[in-house]
């Protein structure tokens, strides 16, 4: 089912086409640098005791499940989580180009060797444009993307995963969010005016409007998580 939207959702798309996680010119320079961004090395395990304790109930074999992650950032989330699902196949994305770099060094030196070459991928795009096949993937994971960009970006996401992912298949999404329309605590407001006064059309999303464009791609939130540092996981699954 393809998303719709109306008012101010549809006036908010119509103001981005990129998801570029704050990059663009004047942004730094990477190439082929290994990166260590701070908040991944903060919540990486976090992150993979959550997806622990989430992947079994709804897989019992995690032979020939592919594991796409959207807005890789430095590829510290993906080697951290690999290893310990070895027969699993993880691929991982960017649409900041000067990442893949980084992505591809912590992919080389995964010791189960289960992560394929980085890809660009802007979620905007179709996942079509990638050579995806619709139900062709088991699980989408995006990290820390969905506050700093625009709602396309959230909206083209939850759009993706309605149509690529396989029937019971999850979007598992980790980040800050706001509950009810309502932002807490107050250390997630002040880092929300900070988002927003670097660029209005970012900021933290509500679950409740995640779930109406969600609703509308064939998805239903079925758990979340309480995470460290004020942190959600929201773990969406696809109808069947």
Not at 48 to 74: A, C, D, H, M, W
Not at 161 to 190: C, F, H, Q, W
Not at 227 to 233: A, H, I, T
């Amino acid at each position: 089912m393809g998303l719709t939207a109306s008012g101010p959702v549809l006036r908010s798309l119509q103001m981005s086409s990129t998801c570029s996680r704050g990059t663009g010119p004047g942004s730094p320079t990477y190439k082929d640098e290994k990166l260590i961004y701070p908040a991944a090395t903060r919540n990486k395990e976090p992150i993979l005791q959550t997806l622990r304790k989430v992947l079994p109930s709804y897989f019992t074999s995690f032979k020939n499940v592919n594991f796409l992650e959207i807005s890789s950032g430095s590829g510290q989330h993906i080697a951290h989580i690999a290893p310990h699902f070895p027969d699993m196949t993880f691929q991982p994305s960017e649409y900041a180009e000067d990442t893949l770099g980084s992505i591809s060094i912590y992919a080389n030196e995964c010791p189960t060797k289960n992560i394929k070459k980085p890809i660009l991928i802007n979620i905007v795009d179709d996942l079509s444009t990638y050579g995806f096949q619709p139900e062709h993937v088991d699980i989408m994971f995006c990290s820390n993307m969905i506050h700093v960009t625009p709602i396309i970006c959230t909206s083209r996401l939850l759009e993706n995963a309605g149509r690529y992912l396989k029937s019971n298949g999850l979007l598992i999404t980790y980040g800050p969010y706001a509950v009810d329309g309502v932002i807490t605590p107050e250390s997630n407001v002040n880092f929300n005016n900070s988002l927003k006064a670097q660029n209005p059309l970012w900021g933290i999303r509500c679950i409740n409007e995640m779930k109406d464009i969600a609703g509308l791609n064939g998805l239903v939130l079925q758990q979340i998580h309480d995470m460290p540092s004020n942190n959600k996981c929201l773990v969406w699954q696809k109808s069947a």
